[in-house]
């Protein structure tokens, strides 16, 4: 080999080694940080190839044409510098989704990314403007890099001397139909089964069940299908349908933070001035069935704990409209595409409105909830189901022009989360965040309520206020939810206001109800007969479950209250093995870990009985 083209090959082992330094970073954190499958390496550096080929292509192609070097050199820099820019950012919103709900970023929910980067801002107490001056400022840095690689590295000029006219088209034509051939193989989704992240991306699973990380075995969810068609045919409606029901989800609502649950602070002013004029009841104890949204507001609405999740549960909504309901879902954030499934799961409705379609709001104001609301025509007297979604509480909500009650508030979103056990982490200003979002949301349900009661909806109607899920705020060194099961983040408040009747049910005498307990509830206060499917017990009857379950990916766990003298809650981490029992009856808080002083006998069936209702889906790739 000459001088000439041992050069010309060191510069092009560079070519590649810079290239592919991007990806094998990545895919070292992917592989090896967040545990994903091995399998996926190969297929992913097969498709960072193909642009790699293209710019080369490019240039060579470019190094043809009648152009000045200096703009050929341009040219390809831009090139260069958008593919970069593109890979970058990309690998960065899969790393958040991963580290935010444990599955890789879909097409449709890039937008939503994108549409919240001023909350990135105000949790970094940075101007609004600078996350996009800096997003530019490195797309000018990459492009100022690739120019002067170019000036000091560049072998095509001394390539293209050496290669004949023909043989360059023949070339190009071959790499062409190269990239056509793995376009194709991307498009038909050839490499999810290997978890690959762009085909991920692009080609969501359709046979699982996608809940925020969480995928459910296709074949257990068709067995329970089955069962649930069965309910759907024994289900008879009697004809009962005479009391409206409004039910409103507040996003990471945890019960002690509101004063209407005995908080110190006035957070709920509104609230405690309705429950002190109606035979309001509000009820303590109740525990999510997971730490995040889409898999808890399934929970709620299909009356399952994780394990029994399918593919075509019998909902609520479902239940109503078989009575003869119509259903309104009014809904701040995204449930269209950042909560799939969750748009599946309601079914058919006569009206779905989310942040996605609130054309001049941030898709987590809850002003688009009233404004909608305001718009909304009268009751006509039909029976009705409205529900709503609040992001008031959560951490990516709008921030407000008007600073809150409690200062000085932060939000804690790049706070650092790590399970520490017994234990706090101090932030102040993270609570009084939180706090103030609690006071908005407060203002925000008595809004809703004022509209609804102007419009004739609580004529007659039974109002249901709960939770998703809670929050952490520091507690065991953890902020946050979707990343624990701890109490503060699986406990949820529940409240049930009847409007135009007299309730004569009674308060639930057992501890600790579950949120799968919420829907048969509700279906007995309006006087309506409960899927046979459905797990969860009405809690106006004194037996409840013995068991309630609960899990967030990597955890699993449940509550045992069989014991009346102690409240024992088990969890386990299925990564590492570790598990940890908790008397909440004497440690409502998790403060003692009491795994090494229980009889043996006991852990072992706490582990069995985790273990047998561990939910039938594995952690999405």
């Known amino acids: 080999m000459d001088s000439e083209a041992a050069r010309i090959a060191r510069r092009f082992g560079l070519d590649v080694a810079i290239w592919y330094s991007i990806p094998a970073a990545f895919l070292i954190a992917y592989v090896i940080g967040f545990a994903r499958p091995a399998s996926a390496i190969g297929p992913h550096l097969l498709l960072v190839t193909l642009p790699f080929i293209g710019v080369q292509t490019a240039r060579l192609l470019l190094q043809r044409l009648p152009l000045q070097v200096r703009l050929q050199r341009l040219l390809i820099s831009l090139l260069a510098a958008a593919l970069v820019s593109l890979l970058l950012t990309y690998y960065l919103l899969v790393i958040v989704g991963l580290k935010s709900w444990g599955g890789v970023v879909a097409w449709e929910v890039i937008p939503t990314f994108f549409a919240q980067a001023v909350v990135l801002t105000d949790a970094l107490a940075v101007p609004a403007w600078a996350l996009p001056v800096a997003g530019v400022g490195l797309i000018v840095a990459i492009f100022c890099l690739c120019r002067l690689y170019l000036l000091r590295f560049d072998w095509i000029g001394a390539t293209t001397a050496r290669i004949p006219a023909p043989l360059l088209a023949a070339g190009t034509v071959a790499v062409a139909a190269v990239l056509c051939l793995e376009l194709y193989q991307f498009s038909v989704a050839h490499w999810s089964i290997d978890a690959e992240p762009m085909s991920l991306t692009w080609h969501r699973p359709q046979a699982v069940l996608d809940l925020e990380g969480y995928s459910i075995n296709p074949v257990t969810a068709s067995r329970l299908d089955r069962l649930e068609d069965q309910a759907r045919s024994a289900y008879r409606p009697n004809g009962n349908a005479t009391k409206n029901l409004i039910v409103i989800v507040v996003d990471a609502l945890r019960p002690d933070h509101l004063s209407i649950y005995g908080y110190t602070r006035q957070t709920t002013p509104n609230l405690s ?9 509000i009820i303590r104890g109740v525990h ?7 898999c808890a507001l399934y929970s709620l609405f299909s009356s399952k704990f994780p394990s029994g999740f399918s593919l075509r549960p019998f909902t609520l909504q ?4 078989r009575n003869g309901y119509r259903v309104h879902l009014v809904l701040s954030g995204d449930h269209s595409y950042f909560h799939s499934s969750l748009k599946g799961i309601y079914g058919h409705s006569d009206t779905f409105y989310d942040g996605t379609q609130a054309n001049g709001y941030y898709l987590n104001d809850d002003a688009l909830l009233v404004d909608h609301l305001r718009r909304m025509p009268d009751w006509d007297h039909s029976p009705v189901m409205l529900q709503f979604h609040l992001m008031s509480s959560h951490l990516l909500r709008k921030r407000s022009d008007i600073p809150g009650p409690f200062q000085p508030a932060r939000r804690y979103a790049v706070r650092n989360s790590h399970d520490i056990g017994p234990g706090n982490v101090e932030d102040p200003s993270a609570a009084n965040f939180y706090d103030n979002g609690v006071v908005d949301a407060d203002g925000v349900i008595n809004q809703l309520l004022t509209l609804l009661q102007h419009k ?36 949820v408040p529940l409240i049930l206001i009847p409007f135009g009747y007299e309730t004569a049910a009674t308060t639930p005498v057992r501890r600790y109800p579950a ?11 309006l006087g309506l007969p409960v899927p046979q499917t459905w797990i969860g017990r009405d809690l106006n009857s004194a037996a409840g479950l013995p068991l309630t379950y609960f899990e967030e990916h990597a955890f699993a766990g449940l509550i045992d209250h069989r014991d009346a003298t102690h409240v024992w809650k088990y969890w386990i ?8 029992i908790f008397d909440l009856g004497a440690d409502p808080h998790e403060g003692v870990d009491v795994r090494a002083t229980v009889p043996p006998a006991l852990l072992a069936q706490l582990r069995e009985l985790t273990a047998a209702q561990t939910s039938a889906g594995l952690p999405l790739p």
Do not use: K, M, W
Not at 288 to 294: H, K, N, V
Not at 573 to 580: A, E, K, L, N, S
């Open 273 to 281: 001035q309705i429950v002190r004029e109606r035979s309001a009841r």
């Open 456 to 491: 004739g909806y609580l004529q007659n109607s039974l109002v249901v206020i709960t939770a998703d899920h809670g929050e952490s705020l520091g507690e065991h060194g953890v902020f946050t939810h979707a990343n624990s099961v701890r109490e503060e983040v699986l406990n």
């Open 515 to 525: 949120q799968v307990d919420i829907g048969p509830t509700v279906l007995h206060e």
């Open 573 to 580: 981490d299925r990564q590492t093995g570790v598990d940890h």
């Open 288 to 294: 999510s069935s997971c730490g995040d949204t889409a």
């Open 318 to 321: 479902e239940a109503l409209q």
